[in-house]
């Protein structure tokens, strides 16, 4: 099994640009989440989806929207990138087998964006 | 906001030694849990311990909780050279909104020379 699996590793965008971040599961997991990492602030939850068709606001949504079409993928999207959004993004999921919040969360690699 | 904040930031210990990391947190858990994320790459889950538990142990590591206090504690013992990694302590709330999230503190940077 792979895991959770992001793409890209690596992106530079332009001030206004736009672009889609796509994290994979291949462990069947209901809930997938966004992080950001920021130096010095831990992990911010952006997004998250506790299932297929279903997406909410964690606590720094602003200038993201995301996407669950597939139980597998958690698209995560920035409409007019600006250099605040300069980070590391992390995407995590969780089964939901028994007592889910007693589940851990398996995370990718990372996805590091700049933001120029 | 951070639910939990480590203390101390960064530590810096000889191979052999005890690492000791501390957490608090301001609202109730349903459980507390660590992780560890080495450089440059993703976090990978340690423990976790539940609210009506108050020590639990796994390999080289054990994990104390208290909820009086709200707060919690991480112990390596005769740590390594591979432990060298930053850990998060991360909570999880105990109503039904925030049972699924996690909310993570700021990481202690622990470092383990040679």
């Known amino acids: 099994n792979a895991g959770v699996t992001q793409t890209p590793k690596f992106r530079v965008l332009k001030t206004g640009q736009s672009m889609t971040l796509l994290c994979a599961q291949d462990?069947?997991?209901?809930?997938m989440y966004w992080y950001r990492q920021d130096p010095g602030m831990g992990l911010r939850l952006i997004h998250y989806?506790?299932?297929?068709?279903?997406?909410a606001k964690g606590e720094v949504p602003d200038g993201y929207n995301v996407s669950r079409l597939k139980k597998q993928n958690f698209l995560l999207g920035l409409e007019s990138a600006a250099p605040s959004q300069t980070s590391v993004y992390f995407c995590?999921?969780?089964?939901?087998?028994?007592?889910?919040?007693?589940?851990?969360?398996?995370f990718g690699p990372g996805t590091r964006l700049t933001v120029l | 906001s951070q639910q939990g904040e480590e203390d101390p930031q960064a530590l810096s210990i000889q191979e052999g030694e005890n690492a000791t990391m501390n957490c608090s947190y301001k609202?109730?858990?349903?459980?507390l849990q660590w992780y560890r994320q080495n450089s440059g790459r993703g976090l990978v889950h340690l423990i976790l311990i539940r609210s009506n538990e108050r020590e639990k142990h796994s390999g080289r590591l054990r994990v104390t909780l208290d909820t009086s206090k709200k707060s919690s504690s991480l112990l390596i013992t005769a740590s390594r050279a591979a432990d060298t990694a930053s850990y998060f302590c991360a909570t999880v709330g105990d109503s039904g909104g925030s049972n699924y999230k996690l909310t993570f503190g700021k990481g202690t940077l622990l470092t383990v020379n040679p």
């Open positions: 462990m069947n997991h209901e809930y």
């Open positions: 609202t109730s858990i349903n459980n």
């Open positions: 989806s506790v299932g297929e068709g279903t997406t």
């Open positions: 995590a999921s969780k089964r939901t087998l028994g007592r889910s919040s007693y589940n851990e969360q398996f």
